[in-house]
Structure formats: C-alpha cells, structure tokens
C-alpha cells in the first residue's frame, strides 16, 4: 500500500533505457514511486483507467506531435486526473510551450533540464503548483519582453505630413530642404522616419500611401 505522502508516478517514453533508468532515478527518492510505465502517451492514458497516479510525465522525444490532443483527452476524462510533465525532446519554442499549457500541462522542462529540475517539476505540479524549467521560462519571457525595436508605427507628426506631401507630389530632397530652409540630412531621417511608421519601403509605396490619405494629387508639376 502507497502512503499518502507520496506521490506516485507513471512514466512514457519510448526509449525503455532512458526510461528505466528514469524510474530508478525517482525510486530513490523517498517521496516518489513509480506505479507504471507505458512506450508512448497514449498508452499510459489508457492506464490511467486501472491505475491511480499523481502525476503522468510525458517524455515525447524529438517532437511534441500530438500530445497537445493527448493532454486534452485526459483532462476531459471522467477518470481521476493526475498532474501533467512533459520532457520537451526537440528545442523548445514558444509555440510548442504555448500548445502543452493551453492543453493543460502543468509543468515543462526542456531537453536540457537536469534531473534535478524533473523531480522538482514532478513535486511542483503534485502541490499543485506550475513548473517551467529555467530554459523554458527564458523562452516565454523572450516572446513577451523583448522590446519591439522594429515597429516605429505611431501617427505622423506635422512636419513628417508636410514632407511626405513634398516628396510625394515629386520634390526631390535638395528641393524639399531648400522650400523648408532644413539641412538635406535632415530631410533624410525624416523620410526614413515615416516610412518606417507607415510600414513602406519604397517611394511608390509612400507615394501611394500619400495619395490614400489625401497628402497628395498627384496633379502638382504635372
């Protein structure tokens, strides 16, 4: 008889050396015993109907494949659900992290992970609590964090309006710097300026752009 204390687990991973090796890994805890193994996900849910665990870990190998889909049907089941770990296999990306939390995964440790950050996720998750190994979380912090240098998108000032007109109706930049008493450089970054707010690249583009919000009419110099 398991004591209450303990929590018990059932391994999947189709590699029956890493997950023996796993097993023996977690027996030598003291507040771990394995319960069951299976060679795939599928499998251990199947399992799940004649063996009562606290925590599934899910160790995929190279792909995440259809464990998303795996993860729902056990927590839409009407058997006792344990706790999920996934053992990402390939390099994680925020895509796949995001498709194993919507599932319902509660912890995650990358391919690089110690054992040490596996049994501390399977602690964390039979609390239950959420665990993202350290690289993972990195992972998720990126995709949210990271400034965006790249989009300068915001509204045209006053003067920006005023030279797009310009360049859209043909002035060159000599032109545009002498009718606007501004150095040509600056008449430069101001180009490069709006093109980047209002995403275009090239000067059709802009002249275009020019013409939709009534800049320009292309009727000038004509």
């Known amino acids: 008889m398991v004591a209450q204390d303990v929590t018990r687990v059932i391994l999947a991973d189709g590699r029956r050396i890493l997950r023996e090796g796993l097993s023996s890994l977690l027996e030598k805890e003291a507040d771990f015993v394995v319960v069951a193994q299976a060679d795939h996900a599928r499998a251990a849910t199947k399992l799940l109907t004649a063996v009562e665990a606290d925590v599934l870990v899910l160790l995929p190998g190279s792909t995440v494949g259809d464990l998303p889909a795996v993860i729902r049907e056990i927590r839409s089941s009407g058997?006792?659900?344990?706790?999920?770990?996934?053992?990402?296999?390939?390099?994680?990306?925020?895509?796949?992290?995001?498709?194993?939390?919507?599932?319902?995964?509660?912890?995650?440790?990358?391919?690089?992970?110690?054992s040490q950050e596996l049994i501390e996720a399977i602690r964390q998750v039979a609390s239950g609590k959420a665990y993202l190994s350290a690289h993972l979380s990195a992972v998720v912090a990126k995709r949210f964090m990271t400034p965006h240098r790249k989009s300068q998108r915001g509204p045209l000032a006053p003067r920006e309006r005023e030279i797009l007109s310009l360049i859209a109706d043909g002035h060159s930049t000599k032109q545009i710097a002498a009718a606007l008493n501004i150095a040509t450089k600056t008449v430069d970054t101001h180009r490069r300026r709006i093109m980047a707010k209002v995403c275009k690249r090239t000067l059709p583009e802009l002249t275009k752009y020019a013409l939709r919000e009534g800049l320009t009419s292309l009727e000038s110099g004509n």
């Open 79 to 114: 058997e006792r659900r344990p706790a999920v770990v996934v053992g990402l296999g390939a390099e994680p990306d925020f895509a796949a992290v995001q498709q194993l939390i919507s599932a319902g995964a509660e912890g995650l440790v990358a391919r690089d992970s110690s």
